[in-house]
């Protein structure tokens, strides 16, 4: 919703200033708005994989979602993490064997269905849990493993940021390529009226500003946006694997959870006595 209001502020900054002195109908130049997009869109394609060209629209179409990584999905993962810890303490590693082959099934993580749709998430804790109930691993192994697939999923993640980031840099060189091709017609008609050549002229100078209005006031924020959401999708791999390894050095469930805790955002991070109460809820 941000990115629509954005939008709109940078519509009325630039083109509602430009009219209150100037005349709209001359920004509008249909072949200067059809060459600058067949541009952006040919580079996008030109540039890409199938794989980074699908996961770049359904990140920029996520943009208008709320993001799901709030304090009260963190609340949930973090008494989560705690229960399944708990039970572990008490019941011996072996106990939480059907919970992570089956989790749709499980007792434990069926009470948290925010995080038990995160496909992701789920496979990454699943996965180590799978690892410390059947492996021989210590925490310095682990640790560098998940190290290695937190900075995978990273990059993944990153890609759709760094394409968008692409075009936008891309965009004002389009737009002088367009403004050049627009001269060059000029330079072909110069036998023509005054009027006419102005109207022309500035027909092609219009490439040049829709090129750098698209990369700095439209496809620029967009990269930010899914920069920002990167890094938000990246922090629940982080608590989970302090956790986890906390647990691993032998600190009590209540500790490691307050371990996975410290790590998260400020404005996302539950209070101590917020997160005690909601587990001390969910005990009842």
């Known amino acids: 919703m941000l990115l629509i209001v954005g939008y709109v502020i940078i519509l009325a900054a630039s083109v509602g200033t430009y009219a209150a002195h100037g005349s709209l109908a001359a920004l509008f130049v249909p072949m200067e708005y059809i060459a600058i997009i067949g541009l952006g869109v040919g580079c996008f394609v030109a540039s890409n994989s199938p794989k980074n060209m699908k ?18 999905f963190y609340v949930e993962v973090l008494a989560m993490l705690f229960e399944i810890l708990a039970k572990v303490r008490k019941e011996g590693l072996m106990s939480i064997e059907n919970d992570i082959e089956n989790p749709e099934a499980s007792p434990i993580f069926t009470k948290y269905p925010a995080f038990l749709h995160d496909h992701h998430a ?5 996965d180590y849990l799978r690892m410390m109930v059947g492996g021989n ?9 998940m190290d290695v697939e937190i900075d995978t999923h990273h990059t993944e993640a990153h890609a759709p940021a760094h394409v968008v980031a692409k075009i936008g840099d891309a965009m004002p060189a389009f737009g002088i390529v367009v403004a050049v091709m627009g001269v060059v017609n000029v330079m072909g008609s ?3 009226p005054p009027a006419v050549l102005g109207k022309m002229i500035g027909g092609a100078l219009v490439g ?3 090129g750098i209005l698209a990369a ?9 946006q899914l920069e920002q959401k990167c890094a938000e999708g990246s922090k629940i791999y982080q608590c ?8 691993m050095s032998g600190y009590a469930p209540q500790v490691a959870v307050e371990f996975g805790r410290k790590v998260l955002f400020s404005t996302d ?4 006595t917020e997160l005690e109460s909601e587990i001390k809820s969910r005990k009842k």
């Open 55 to 72: 996961a770049t629209v359904a990140a920029a179409l996520g943009l208008f979602k709320p993001s799901p990584y709030n304090k009260a």
């Open 122 to 126: 789920m496979e990454f804790l699943t």
């Open 137 to 145: 691993l210590n925490a310095f192994e682990l640790e560098n493993l």
């Open 190 to 192: 110069v036998g023509e």
């Open 208 to 210: 040049t500003f829709l």
């Open 216 to 224: 700095y006031g439209f496809i620029g924020p967009v990269a930010e």
């Open 240 to 247: 989970m694997k302090t956790v986890l390894l906390a647990s």
């Open 269 to 272: 991070r539950p209070g101590f």
